[in-house]
């Protein structure tokens, strides 16, 4: 209720890592509840995640980038004491810790090396998360599903080549960051858990034709207009009308209930 964006993302990425925990010999349960828990700490300050604005107003543009860095590692902790204050087992607590590893936070690091002045220096190492790195299996594929997620939903046009081009390119950069030299996933495990991504992926961005708009209302008013054709039951003369009712009145008005289907 107070961070429907997070919500569902955390939805979406339970979805991700219990598919490709089935796919590794991972634990597909236990990795289902590290993915629904691991961003509670967002509701400290959800208004400060973009899935989260929904009036387009972006509240990183009022403060500097080294700010906003703080607030996005902040969730980390506040979510570890969350868990802790809810009595959640350990390696629940373990995941909210590791899910981000010591990733770079690069869209407020490139911004404020843009905005800084000759004589300031901008270090690498205040933009990443404190870490530490995923320790297990089943910590990695939250990593890998938090960011692979995350940046499907940016992408204006989700082809399947797309979204898998997207996968294995996050997969590559978290590898080569680093971000996984602390668990056993082998590259054999990357590759089947791109394609438990990109299977996932394809049954919620797939194609869906365009319906016609307003069909409810043509339909309805072609319905009215064959209507307007179809013979209606002669009426009975007042009383006291000087018409004459011909002798076959009654048969005319049977057979003009048939037609209507009476």
Known sequence: MQA????????????LVEAAAESTHCNPLLARVM????D????????????NQRDSVNRHDKIKPSLSAAVLKAHVKD???????????EPIIDAIEQHH???LIKYFFQRAKDQAEE?????????????PKPKTREVALVMLADSVEAAAKSISDPSPARLQGLVQNLINRIFADGQLSDCDLTLKDLHEIARAFNRVLAGIYHYRPDYPEAATKDGTEKRSKSSDKVPMAKSEP????A??????????KSEDLRRLGL
Do not use: M
């Open 4 to 15: 429907p964006g997070s919500y569902h993302h955390s939805i979406i990425v339970g979805s």
């Open 243 to 252: 018409r004459e009712v011909p002798p076959d009145a009654d048969s005319e």
């Open 101 to 103: 590893g010591t990733s």
């Open 119 to 131: 004589s300031e220096t901008v270090t690498e190492e205040d933009y990443r998360y404190p870490g």
């Open 79 to 89: 979510g570890a004491e969350l868990a802790r204050q809810s009595r959640l087992g």
């Open 35 to 38: 993915a629904y828990y691991h």
């Open 40 to 51: 509670i700490g967002k509701i400290k300050k959800p208004d400060y995640f973009s899935e």
């Open 238 to 241: 007042p009383a006291g009308s």
